[in-house]
């Protein structure tokens, strides 16, 4: 329909053209001829938006715009402009009667062309892009930059701006001859009037202002899908690590429990530690170490990975991404603190690890030498092999406060060092401990190096008689006349009155005669048989009352049982005599 009313138009057109030669009507086309320098008026805007329609004739123009626009009129009167208003608006629908009306409506149709051209020019501008949308578009170049070189540049700044910066940091600051627009520090596009002009903005502010509206909301926009998207991620992350670590987990448990079962089930192939040929760790306490460390790996190697997983897990997120340094300040700083100082203290500590050795080495030693020294293996002529068990055990005790005591600080260095220190505190915290044991000890090496008591003996401490079978350090063995072995701590001699009844080597027997008997016919049968069971026999009357005479008989003898071989023979020489026993007198 459009078609036909613009060829109608056409043909009305130029029927009003042919007309025009013919009649008197030949002045009235001046009058027409007047319009065509009316269009450059409207062509202004057109360097920004299409200066080429702008430039063509009037006539042309309006052949071209027809089918789309208004029809141009004819120059005949009103019954010949009537089709127009059925194909365009209403500015056509009152022609004017006289010739020269059409004018205004031919200058009227280039009109509305700069508008459509300037939206074509904003359609076909750089675009400015974050990813797949359009954010905005650079028009006309400036200077020696392209269009298009602006438009990467500013694409360029925007990407670096949404990794850095905040939708919120967007600003415009405006100079003399343009505008910035700005993302924090960082300008994403310096804006000139040309740009205004092209985009059919009144001012480069308010151009700007669009801009950074536009440039505002990209990033909004973006940065939230960003984080969508790397919170989805993270999220992932999060639990591929922990099935990662409950993997990780599974296996350390699975290598501690195999070790273990191999050091259990292979108990031969554990050696000991020698230093040449000194024997410093037994297999057997190695195997022990060896089992209490592997387990005590497997919770160290379990609770590393837990906390490695939950340290990158929290740092994957922002909202929990400050929990993670204070975590890392509560276990690893003091950890690596730990570490410095050990490693500053490297040194020190290997010369104290050798001075270790050199202790426990002498431990060793002296534990070995006085072990063969009890056992009769090395004879030594200025300690007996009773004494050798007590003796080690002082003398060791004695190295190791020492060591602590005075070699500490001789070898750190520091008088007042750690070492130092924990040598006095230990030295200190074991004697008041150990304060009934030292003075047990210290009484029974007076009783030892005194021989006033020793194995054979017979004494009585407090109400308890017996034959003392082993003189400690700490204890005295009494073995009674029913076979009881009774100890006694040298300590209890401080507190009960005791005697030696026999010393070692003689052999005491008290008996009762009747009281009646002849004096020098017991004293003279009681000293044959004394004679006769050992050497050094002595017989005294020790009293006498109305039920017995009490007589003790005593000689030297080493006989395993002597006591009895002598009670045996003074009864048989009493009897060959026939004198009787007595009553003897209750204890």
């Known amino acids: 329909m459009s078609c036909a009313v613009a060829l109608s138009a056409l043909v009305l057109a130029s029927a009003g053209q042919a007309q025009v030669p013919s009649g008197s009507a030949a002045p009235p086309p001046a009058p027409a001829a007047k319009p065509p320098p009316k269009p450059?008026?409207?062509?202004?805007?057109?360097?920004?938006?299409?200066?080429?329609?702008?430039?063509?004739?009037?006539?042309?123009?309006?052949?071209?715009?027809a089918p789309s626009a208004e029809p141009a009129p004819s120059t005949e009167p009103a019954p010949s402009a009537e089709p127009a208003p059925s194909a365009s608006a209403a500015p056509s629908a009152e022609p004017a009667p006289s010739a020269?009306?059409?004018?205004?409506?031919?200058s009227a149709a280039p009109a509305p062309a700069p508008s459509a051209s300037a939206t074509q020019g904003v359609e076909s501008g750089a675009p400015v892009r974050v990813g797949d949308v359009v954010v905005f578009r650079v028009l006309v170049g400036h200077g020696r930059a392209s269009a298009k070189e602006r438009a990467d540049a500013a694409a360029a700044a925007l990407k670096d701006a949404i990794a850095t910066q905040k939708a919120d940091d967007v600003r415009v600051e405006e100079r003399p001859d343009g505008a910035v627009v700005y993302a924090g520090k960082s300008p994403i596009i310096e804006l000139w009037a040309e740009d205004a002009s092209a985009a059919g903005e009144p001012s480069v502010k308010d151009h700007a202002a669009r801009v950074a509206a536009q440039v505002r909301e990209s990033m909004r926009r973006e940065q939230k899908r960003s984080a969508i998207a790397t919170t989805v991620f993270s999220l992932s992350l999060v639990v591929l690590a922990a099935l990662f670590a409950l993997y990780l987990i599974r296996k350390l448990s699975d290598f501690a429990e195999r070790a273990r079962d191999y050091v259990v089930t292979n108990p031969d192939r554990i050696p000991a530690i020698r230093v040449y040929s000194l024997e410093v760790v037994?297999?057997?306490?190695?195997?022990?170490?060896?089992?209490?460390?592997?387990?005590?790996?497997?919770?160290?190697?379990?609770?590393?990975?837990?906390?490695?997983?939950?340290?990158g897990s929290l740092s994957l997120f922002d909202t929990t991404r400050p929990y993670t340094e204070k975590l890392t300040g509560l276990v690893v700083s003091p950890i690596a603190g730990l570490v410095g100082r050990v490693v500053a203290t490297i040194p020190m500590l290997v010369v104290t690890a050798l001075a270790t050795v050199a202790v426990l080495?002498?431990?060793?030693?002296?534990?070995?030498?006085?072990?063969?020294?009890?056992?009769?293996?090395?004879?030594?002529?200025?300690?007996?092999?009773?004494?050798?068990?007590?003796?080690?055990?002082?003398?060791?005790?004695?190295?190791?406060?020492?060591?602590?005591?005075?070699?500490?600080?001789v070898v750190?260095?520091?008088?007042?060092?750690?070492?130092?220190?924990?040598?006095?505190?230990?030295?200190?915290?074991?004697?008041?401990?150990?304060?009934?044991?030292?003075?047990?000890?210290?009484?029974?090496?007076?009783?030892?190096?005194?021989?006033?008591?020793?194995?054979?003996?017979?004494?009585?401490?407090?109400?308890?008689?017996?034959?003392?079978?082993?003189?400690?350090?700490?204890d005295v063995e009494l073995e009674s006349d029913e076979g009881a072995v009774l100890r006694v701590p040298h300590l209890a001699l401080f507190l009960h009155p005791w005697e030696v009844v026999e010393a070692r080597g003689r052999v005491v027997v008290e008996l009762a005669v009747a009281a009646d008997a002849k004096l020098s016919d017991v004293e003279t049968a009681l000293a044959a048989?004394?004679?006769?069971?050992?050497?050094?026999?002595?017989?005294?009357l020790m009293g006498a009352d109305a039920d017995a005479l009490h007589y003790r008989v005593s000689l030297r003898s080493d006989a395993e049982n002597a006591r009895g071989a002598l009670l045996a023979a003074l009864l048989a020489a009493l009897s060959e005599r026939g004198i009787r026993l007595g009553r003897s007198r209750a204890p």
């Open 412 to 474: 750190t260095g520091d008088s007042q060092g750690a070492l130092a220190r924990a040598g006095t505190v230990i030295v200190a915290v074991a004697g008041l401990a150990a304060t009934p044991l030292f003075a047990t000890a210290l009484a029974g090496a007076a009783v030892l190096y005194s021989k006033k008591l020793g194995p054979g003996d017979r004494a009585r401490v407090g109400s308890r008689v017996g034959r003392v079978r082993r003189v400690g350090l700490l």
């Open 529 to 540: 048989a004394a004679r006769a069971a050992g050497d050094d026999p002595s017989v005294e």
């Open 40 to 65: 450059p008026a409207p062509a202004k805007p057109a360097p920004s938006a299409a200066p080429a329609p702008s430039a063509e004739p009037p006539p042309a123009l309006g052949v071209e715009l």
């Open 361 to 409: 080495v002498v431990l060793r030693f002296v534990a070995m030498f006085f072990g063969s020294v009890a056992r009769g293996e090395t004879r030594v002529a200025w300690l007996p092999a009773e004494l050798a068990g007590p003796t080690s055990v002082l003398l060791r005790l004695g190295i190791v406060a020492i060591a602590l005591v005075f070699g500490a600080p």
């Open 282 to 311: 037994q297999p057997a306490a190695l195997r022990s170490a060896l089992i209490v460390g592997f387990g005590a790996l497997r919770l160290v190697a379990q609770v590393t990975v837990i906390y490695l997983w939950l340290l």
């Open 100 to 106: 020269e009306a059409p004018a205004p409506d031919a």
